[in-house]
């Protein structure tokens, strides 16, 4: 991957929310590339960060009740810095979105023929002939069986899974190079779900675009992500490709993730749960490691210093002092001085 070309540099980003009056990091410290033709996945539980970022790099918080700190290079520019008309040129055009809940996201009173145009107006030169026969193919492209007539539909006279079609033809229409997609699936039953995940995956393959991947759901992950990008309390806390993430895990927030997943082979025994939740932001613990009140065994200096991401294995990035203490004692592990992680990794 790291022969790919850049998409989207993401150095150091901290959000922050002001509650009654003094400000909180969300997330905190973020680094991490999204390469050309790869699906960056970022797990994690509610509450971690996850949207937050997404909603960093969308340019999409209120402003004056958001901090966001450090730089979002697309495509080599600092979108960061961008005001409200300059990012309005970008978003929609190079940098698509796909959110949770497409119903939310669709205007109930335009036909979905005219949300997806409104796009092609604002960022092409298109007539309006060549803008109508566009948004037909790129409803065909979704895989909505009859597009002239879903043109003429209101959201409300759509499916779920209709609907997050026509949110992803928006998204695609002016082919971005990135496309960002929050929680895409979630809102959708188990079959629309498997289809549209099919939908995500196969996009990848046509544009070469970066594709940034919000979830909850390991599911999704393995099957369309290349790289994950484990998320806690606001940091990064592991990163790996996902082969590497679902066979190796390394953090013990990682390990405990996939242990939660439910698998068909097993369901006699119970499924993990992980002790605890994540503190909200005004009681994130800012010292030490930040998962340490939820696993018992953690070493005495976790508690005191803050651990640093390091590259265990090529291309395997983990922030915990003490990984190699546990769980895997069949692993040999790597006395190589590590690698601290820098987001041009
Ligand atoms: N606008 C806001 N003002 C104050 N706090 C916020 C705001 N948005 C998010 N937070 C807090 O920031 C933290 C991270 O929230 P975020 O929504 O990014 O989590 P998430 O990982 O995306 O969770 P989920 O999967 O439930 O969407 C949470 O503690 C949340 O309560």
Known sequence: ???NKIILKINNIKTSFKIEGDFYEAVDGV???VYENEVLAIVGESGCGKSALAYSIMGLHERSKTMVEGDLLFKGRNIN???ESSLNKIRGKEIGMIFQDPLAALNPLMKAGHQIEEVLILHTN???NQRYEKVISLLDEVGIPSPDTVYQQYPHELSGGMR????IAIAIACAPSLLIADEPTTALDATIQG???ELLENLKLSKDAGVLLITHDLGVVAEIA???AVMYAGELVEIADVKTLFKTPQHPYTRSLLNSVPSVSD???QLHVIQGKVPPIQHLPRKGCRFKERIPWIRDEAHESHPELHEVARNHYVRCTCYKDFYFQNVTPREEKPNVYTSST
């Open 226 to 228: 290349d790289r994950v």
């Open 126 to 128: 298109m007539t309006k």
């Open 81 to 83: 810095d961008l005001t």
């Open 164 to 167: 997050q079609r026509v949110i």
């Open 195 to 197: 289809q549209i995940i």
């Open 31 to 33: 680094s991490i590339n």
């Open 267 to 269: 369901l006699q025994s």
């Open 1 to 3: 991957m790291t022969n």
